[in-house]
């Protein structure tokens, strides 16, 4: 009898904390890492993949609701800097200068990797030239090269159009710092809103090469994606001339030989145990990662078991 008093006394003093720690200071109930509401900031370029993370979660965790607002990853840093939105999904870690807004304020938002994702570069079928050398992308992007008979002298094409998915996005972001590294960015160079208008400008320009998340373009089981490959073509690139190119796909993601790869993290500047906790972790376990997997990203978390095949 003593011991069951103990364990109801204990078990009620448990409940009883765990219902304080999910109220704020007016006993207001806040989310909890399975359940409540919270919206989150996501770079437009993983709107495929999120969505279909966020569709799982939500259906294991009924009591759960997360609201995705698809943005720039420059409005996205914006807002968690403004502590507008506690969650964001993007390409990049948070900069020095950034992670003190929060250092200032004792704590250091938890920055997890969730999946590796590509640049990559879309032409339309008029283009007969699909691969190009490292070199030859830098020069296209610093506006070097500006006619496409420079690339290819039999090019009946005109003048090199280049667009991006938006101004503030993390494509241009590391497009400039990646690509670049230093160089200044065409002057001929525009943005639209979204990888899907870049998809669909290139799809109509025969002079277009368009820049954007491979994440648009890799779920090949997904019927508009199958839709924009048919309308586009997609670039392979080679270290130099003379050498194997490849495109921005799982596989060259995960053996090095694309070379313009990058990481997604989520960032949670939630300073307790909420949902962003528990969206993080879900990504970034077994599930999650089997969903990037399937979508035709690079898990960041669990192994990939890679078949090599000859290339002829």
Known sequence: MQRSAIFIFLSSLFLLNACEENKDKSGKVIDTPTTGAIRIMVDEGYAPIIESCIDVFDSIYRQAKIEPVY????EAVNAILRDSIQVIIISRKLTDQELKFFQQRGFTPPITPIAHDAVAFLLNPANPDTIF???QMKDLLAGKITKWNQVNP???LGDVRIVFDNPLSGTLTYVKDSILTG???????????TNAEVIDYVSKNKNAIGIISANWISDTDDRGVQKFRRE???ADIAPKAGATGYGPYQAY???GD?????TVYIINAQARKGLGLGFASFLAGDQGQRIVLKDGLLPAQAPTRLIKASRE
């Open 133 to 135: 050398t490292m070199a």
């Open 71 to 74: 943005t720039s990853e420059g």
């Open 258 to 262: 694309y070379p313009y790869k990058r």
């Open 183 to 193: 160089a200044a960015l065409s002057s001929s160079a525009s943005a639209l809103k």
């Open 154 to 156: 039999a090019s009946k």
């Open 253 to 255: 993601l995960a053996t």
């Open 232 to 234: 586009i073509r997609i």
